[in-house]
T-cell receptor, first 116, second 112 residues
């Protein structure tokens, strides 16, 4: 497909377990973003990757959250020792570059995470 | 700082017009508008830049008021397909172009 894909689409886990969320950006897009969307809220920036530059991790809410990206392809967001407050939809987006103000971010369908 | 969107929700009949506002307490550099239908990914509508003119496509347009630090989204002759939650994402002057801060959204419902 041509769009951003994410897996799994839904994840239910128990409090304290670790989860991994995956994002496949649009081919050729060098910039990749992760956002969190809590029920009824806007999108909350988590982390930004651009090419081989050091990622901007300033939005990660705690050290339980981490993300990796292999080159300019797949990214994985890992949440360790999940808490109920982590329940949300996690959205991934990609853009051609990311550094220009006109760069459009294209979003994936998201992963709905429920922590019991 | 999170931009403030107003109204929080609006209900229209098909063919009616609506305006959604996005205000920031900081100087804006760019405003990105998205529409999200329930359970789906946000879909890009348009970007407005500081100093730019009003933009639009089809019957959806937007403006950027630098003095008021505000952007407005105009939906004219609304269609059923316009229903969804509209988000504005803002980048502030002097900040990073990529780090958008999104408002809480405006839920638009268009009824037949």
């Amino acid at each position: 497909g041509a769009g951003v894909s994410q897996s799994p689409s839904n994840k239910v886990t128990e409090k304290g377990k670790d989860v991994e969320l995956r994002c496949d950006p649009i081919s050729g897009h060098t910039a990749l973003y992760w956002y969190r969307q809590r029920l009824g809220q806007g999108l909350e920036f988590l982390i930004y990757f651009q090419g081989n530059s050091a990622p901007d991790k300033s939005g990660l809410p705690s050290d339980r959250f981490s993300a990796e990206r292999t080159g300019e392809s797949v990214s994985t967001l890992t949440i360790q020792r999940t808490q109920q407050e982590d329940s949300a939809v996690y959205l991934c987006a990609s853009s051609l570059r990311g550094s220009r103000p006109t760069d459009t971010q294209y979003f994936g369908p998201g992963t709905r995470l429920t922590v019991l | 700082q999170q931009p403030v969107q107003s109204p929080q929700a609006v209900i229209l009949r098909e063919g009616e017009d609506a305006v959604i506002n996005c205000s920031s307490s900081k100087a804006l550099y760019s405003v990105h508008w998205y529409r999200q239908k329930h359970g789906e990914a946000p879909v890009f509508l348009m970007i407005l830049l500081k100093g730019g003119e009003q933009k639009g496509h089809d019957k959806i347009s937007a403006s950027f008021n630098e003095k008021k630090q505000q952007s407005s989204l105009y939906l004219t002759a609304s269609q059923l397909s316009y229903s969804g939650t509209y988000f504005c994402g803002t980048a502030n002057s002097g900040g990073s172009n990529y780090k958008l801060t999104f408002g809480k959204g405006t839920l638009l419902t268009v009824n037949p």
